[in-house]
Structure formats: structure tokens, C-alpha cells
């Protein structure tokens, strides 16, 4: 059973069990009328919809205290709002690991909770989740939900692009830069690749210990190359109509050979086992102009730089050798609702009261991403601070295309954990660029092969 007690549940417990303004501010805290009779959900017999008292649950993955906080203060507020719901609420400490382990058992025990934070292609084809379409179309709030997470969301299901979780927030892939260094040298800030590789030229001086460019060449390089590459060549689709896999294209060849190409010439020779603490290190003690990584790492610069801007700044990739602005497919997020929630209706409420502005601005500036809500990635927070600010806009913009990054594919993950030994063959020179992209093209392949016969 579920725990009454809101609070953060111990590891060992783990083993044993496993935007929106809603009314507006003040006292009420967009609580309940933007989404009361206002959604069309499939279904108007819940106990929420007749007044009556009515409990729905609510596990959260990866909690911190402050996270935790967090949680049990908005639930107040919600239930403050909805006397007659009350959220039976749980966070989950430790990684993603533990808190699916307790919510498999929760499954195969038929007491998944209500609303969960994690959302993941596997509980599609499991036929654990509750379509949302019907949901969705009918909030009234709908459009204040940034397109390009929905969008994402959508992909998970690719059998008929059902909508299975509510995104409450999204990462950029940025470079991060030393504006001062490029203003040093009268040089702007990429917009071109070319641009790109010129400055990571003229940046290095081996004699001082500075480099154009530092490259993640361990752990999550073949994430980094795999998000540059499609940027660089403004392909959007991972497959072609045949089951062929895209990237191993000429241009992500002529990518390849380019960036992983200044090893060693342009970057620091240690960047053959760099994970992120190590590029993160050698961009903060000033020893590289450029590095890749997403908006997550924002805050650990802005301490590092002591919030000085004129020393770090986040800046969208250069446009793709087509002329468009690409982005990687953004990250699905978002809140589920389990197919065996007894009040839907109620469940329903909730999420769209977590996607509210005031709600979503305050959940998002305590993750540090970037809103969901549109209204709510207009607020000061966002709009003050130059890097979310630089994230906002890309995704709010109608000018930026989105990649079809494969999240759906049960083993894409480690299809990148595969190659990248490989990558680190390429940097020193011990493997050609066409060869590696076209073992990966293999490996995709397959994955899309497998993932065919199964359904």
C-alpha cells in the first residue's frame, strides 16, 4: 500500500516496495477553475467530477529535499484549491535505477500509482499508461504547452503517436563559449560552422594552454557527436522510408572527420577520456573556448564564473550546412496517468494544475530547465538569465527544427554506449570516420529491425 506519510521513503524501502494558470494567483494558486469541465476528458463519473471525496496518487523520481519540499508544498496548495482530492504523495530518492525497480513492483502487484514523473517508451508497450488525446484536445489551456515537447512525447508511441505524458519541461544542447576570448580576438559568435571551425583554429594558443575546443571523448561522447552531427547536416529523420539508417550520410562524414579531427591539433590531448566533470573542469579553468553539453550544467558554470557573463555564455549551434536551425529532439518528459487510475478526472486536475505558470515557473527554476508553459518561460527568472533566456527562445521559436533523436528504440542507449569505444579509435587516428558511422548505422539498423518484429 501506498504511504499516507509525505515524506522521502529510505533506500531500503525501495527493496521492500516499490503552461497553465488554473485561476490566477493569490490565496487560490491557479488551483482548480481553468481545468474544472473545461477539459473534455473521456469520462464525467469520477469522484472529483460529482464533489465527492476522492484520493489519487502521486510518486515523484529522484527526489532531493529540496525537491521533496517542493512537492509536498504545491500538493497543499492543491488540495487547498480541491478539498474534495487529496494526493497520497511519495518521492523517491536515489537515481532513476531505484525508483523503477519500486514502481515495477507496483505494476506487477496492480498498485501502480496514479501520476508518476518518469516517462518512458517501455510503459507504452507495456499498456501501463492512459492515452491523454482526448485530454489534451480538449484543455482549453492546450496551446500555452511548448509544440516541440509535445511533439516529442508523440514519438514515443510509434505505432499510432498517442500523447502518454504531459511535458513539464525540456534541456537545450548548447556551446558553451568564452564570449571574452572571442571578443578578445574581434571574432563573433558562431553562427555557421564555418564560423565554427575558424574560431576553434584561431583560439588555440598551445604556447598559453588554451584551445579552441575541448571534446568529450568518454562516457556520452557519442550523445555529444550524435546531437553535433545532426545540427551540422539539418537532416531530421534517423531512417529513411526503408529502414535505413541516416547517419553514416556523407555529411555526417564530412562532421566527423572536421570535429574529431582536432584532437590534438586544436583541443587538449587528454580529451580522449573525458566524461562531462572533466570538460566541465577544462572549460571553467580557462583552458577551452568551446565546449558542448546541455542547459544542465548552467548552474555549475554560473558558480564556477562567479555569474560574470562576460566569461561564459550559452549559445543555440550554428545553422546547418541548409541554412535551418536545428536542435536535437528534445528529451521526453512529462507527467503520466496509469490506465488503472480509479478517477481519472482527478488525476487529470492535478496534471494540468503542475502545468500551470505559477506552478511549472517555480518547478522549472528549481530543476533549472526551461518552462514547458510558455507564459511561464516568459517570467524574469528565465527571461533575466542569459542562457535560459538563449533556451527559451530556441525552443519557443517557429524557426526551429527538431530532430527525430530515436528514444523510442528499447536499446538506443546502449546502441551509443556500443560506439563509444569506437569514437576514441577515430580521434586517434586508429579508425576512419566513414568506417564508425557506418558500424553505427549497422547498430541502429538493427534496433529498428528488432524493434519492428516485436510489435
Known sequence: MLKKARKIVSPLLLLLTFALVLSACGGNNGGSNSSNGKAASPSASGEASSGKQTTISFWAAAVTPERNAFFEEIIKEFETANPNIKVDYLGVPGDLAAYEQKLNVAIASNQAPDITNNFKAEYITR???????TYFDGWDQKDLIAPGTIES????????????????????????LRPDWFAEAGMPIPETWDQFFDAVAKLTDKSKDRYGLSIRGGAGSANTLEMLMYAYSGIKDYFTADGKATINDPLHVEFVDKYLGAYNVYTPEDDLNKGWTELAATY??????????????ASSHEKAFGGDYTKFQAAPFPKSVKGTQGHPGLM???LTMSKTAKDKDAVWKFMTFYLSKDVNSRYSKLYGEIPANLDAAKDAWVQDLPYMKSAADLLASPDTSFAGTPYYLPGYNNVQKTVEPMIQKVMAKKMTAQEMLNEWAKLLEAEKAAQAAAK
Open 284 to 297: 571553467q579553468s580557462g583552458k577551452a573556448a568551446i565546449v558542448v553539453h546541455n542547459l544542465g550544467s
Open 127 to 133: 499498456g501501463v499508461l492512459e492515452p491523454l488525446d
Open 332 to 334: 521526453p518528459l512529462g
Open 153 to 176: 512525447n508523440r514519438l514515443l508511441d510509434t505505432k499510432e503517436g498517442k500523447l502518454y505524458a504531459i511535458p513539464y519541461s525540456s534541456q537545450t544542447w548548447n556551446m558553451w
